[in-house]
């Protein structure tokens, strides 16, 4: 099992930045991939960030160049930089691992809302 909590979501105004984090317990040792998908109103979770336990990264367009994943091992956290944030960023943010001996199975955070004004 995986424990996942997410903070560090708010309101900000368009241009401004926000820090999420992902603070996992549990059997963290086998944590393979972790990522970060967002959920806004009305539409499907989608999958925003990824990195790898070898520390490789992967976005989407949309967010290509403004946000950054990356991992303290040590503090078994993930954390997601968001910068230059614009109104359609606007979610719910999800953190997700998976694990090497259970590949088929994802675990979840509870979510952290992340709301951009224009």
């Known amino acids: 099992q995986v424990h996942l909590v997410e903070s560090g979501g708010g309101l900000v105004q368009a241009g401004g930045s926000l820090r999420l984090s992902c603070a996992a317990s549990?059997?963290?040792?086998?944590?393979?991939?972790m990522r970060w998908y967002r959920q806004a109103p009305g539409k499907q979770r989608e999958l925003v960030a990824t990195?790898?336990?070898?520390?490789?990264?992967d976005y989407i367009d949309s967010v290509k160049g403004r946000f950054t994943i990356s991992r303290d091992n040590a503090k078994n956290t993930v954390y997601l930089q968001m910068n230059s944030l614009k109104p359609e960023d606007t979610a719910v943010y999800y953190c997700?691992?998976?694990?090497?001996?259970?590949?088929?199975?994802?675990?979840w955070g509870q979510g952290t809302q992340v709301t951009v004004s224009s």
């Open positions: 997700n691992a998976k694990i090497r001996t259970l590949p088929s199975v994802n675990y």
């Open positions: 549990g059997r963290v040792f086998d944590i393979n991939v």
């Open positions: 990195i790898t336990s070898a520390g490789t990264t």
